[in-house]
């Protein structure tokens, strides 16, 4: 798909990176454009970081030239560009990393733009700041913050460093967390699942095949045989679960069956209900949660709020993880999920449909291929906000202001206390 979009010599000079955040996530990459203020060890490997992976452009703004102080700790400037524009010359040795990237530059002072044309900056998709007077840093993030341009003010001296980012709303959709499970549904299984794991019959099976039933047949039929010995319940305590677990593998028939390997490693899947992580949750009890809200985002997770509503469950992901099976099996059970998440995803579709028309968006700000990301990914949605720079000074001001008064009345242990 990936190739199809960006061509066969991108996919395979990006293919390390692609694995890690996936397609969507360099194609933000490739759309994104940053604009760094003042050319600084710090922000220049930043901007190294952001290049090599493909970023779509870049743009420096500094006013000052190379010094011999900047040949001890940046790494774009050289001996013989001392006396030259800082923004040239880093602009220059940065987009020799990767010729995808479009890099500018201004030979201006920062401060000025900012006091001059503030609109200039709504151009960038993130801004990089550092050595810039409180005053233009205060102007600049008033600016940004409601127009959710994140804002990173990167501090960096010697060793230590600094960062504070600034930003209203960051919508996360692929978050990929490394302890997640498998959405397998064995506990409620649709009754497609339920029909393919009850009419294979595991002790009629020769050894070879019976080596290569996918392990979601062997925890459903466990799961089954279990809930008839316990009054239908599922394994709840510790104990329970430990036993479970010896029960599984109870059904193989040599030492090192694969397959049942796989089916005791991943037995919390066979007694854990699928739910709502709290975090999604928070995300649907959000009082952004409304038609009101005509970003894209938001639009999906009302529509996934009515998906919920009514199935008590998110929509299925319908990605299966590797496991040891015959070819035939595994792509029988791969083609089950397929199926049932691509049911889900039409039924969310109708809810962003009728989402959309309540809220008079028109159906295309949502395309098929993000619904389908959100549908995906639905257990791992996120929404990261923080507070503005100016809130944060007010609120500093006021802590300022109310420790100074205790201070008036003497009670020092009141502050003791606050930074214990």
């Not at 760094?36 to 743009?59: D, M, Q, R, W």
């Not at 854990?272 to 005509?294: R, Y």
């Not at 257990?379 to 802590?399: A, G, P, V, Y």
Request: hydrophobic share 35%; aromatic share 8%.
């Amino acid at each position: 798909f990936f190739i199809l979009r960006m061509g066969v010599d991108k996919a395979e000079k990006y293919d390390r990176q692609i694995r890690l955040w996936g397609t969507d996530g360099q194609q933000r990459i490739e759309n994104a454009s940053v604009a760094c203020l003042n050319a600084t060890a710090a922000t220049t490997e930043a901007l190294k970081n952001l290049v090599l992976p493909g970023i779509g452009s870049f743009t420096i703004v500094d006013n000052g030239n190379v010094t011999n102080q900047d040949l001890g700790n940046n790494f774009f400037v050289t001996f013989d560009s001392v006396g030259k524009p800082r923004a040239t010359v880093c602009c220059e040795l940065l987009q020799e990393l990767n010729s995808d990237v479009s890099g500018n530059f201004l030979v201006e002072d920062p401060v000025t733009i900012i006091d001059e044309n503030l609109q200039w900056f709504n151009q960038f998709t993130v801004v990089v700041i550092t050595n810039v007077p409180a005053a233009a840093l205060q102007k600049l993030a008033e600016h940004l913050f409601p127009r959710n341009i994140p804002l990173l003010v990167v501090t960096s001296v010697g060793l230590i460093g600094n960062i504070r980012i600034q930003v209203k709303e960051h919508s996360i959709i692929e978050s990929k967390p490394d302890n997640s499970l498998p959405d397998l549904r064995i506990t409620q299984p649709w009754d497609e699942l339920k029909q393919y794991c009850e009419q294979v019959e595991l002790e009629a099976l020769d050894d070879e095949s019976h080596g290569h039933i996918p392990y979601i047949v062997i925890l459903y039929q466990a799961l089954q045989q279990w809930k008839d010995k316990h009054e239908g319940r599922l394994p709840s305590t510790y104990k329970e679960k430990q036993e479970f677990k010896t029960f599984v593998l109870q059904g193989r028939r040599i030492e090192n069956e694969q397959n049942y390997h796989e089916a005791s490693t991943e037995v919390k899947n066979a007694y854990l209900l699928p739910e709502v992580p709290e975090w999604v949750e928070e995300l649907l009890q959000s009082e952004k949660c409304t038609e009101q809200e005509a970003s894209p985002f938001w639009l999906c997770v009302l529509a996934l709020k009515q998906f919920v509503d009514k199935h008590k469950v998110l929509p299925l992901s319908g990605s299966l993880p590797d496991m040891s099976s015959d070819t035939l099996s595994y792509q029988t059970i791969q083609k089950l999920y397929k199926e049932k998440a691509e049911r889900d995803y039409e039924e969310m579709s109708q809810y962003v449909s009728n989402v959309c028309k309540v809220a008079g968006q028109p159906r295309s700000n949502i395309s098929d291929e993000f619904l389908r990301l959100v549908c995906k990914n639905a257990q791992f949605l996120r929404c990261i906000s923080t507070r503005s720079i100016k809130e944060e000074l007010e609120t500093s001001t006021d802590n300022g202001l109310k420790i100074s008064k205790k201070l008036q009345l003497g009670e020092i242990s009141h502050l003791i206390c606050l930074f214990s």
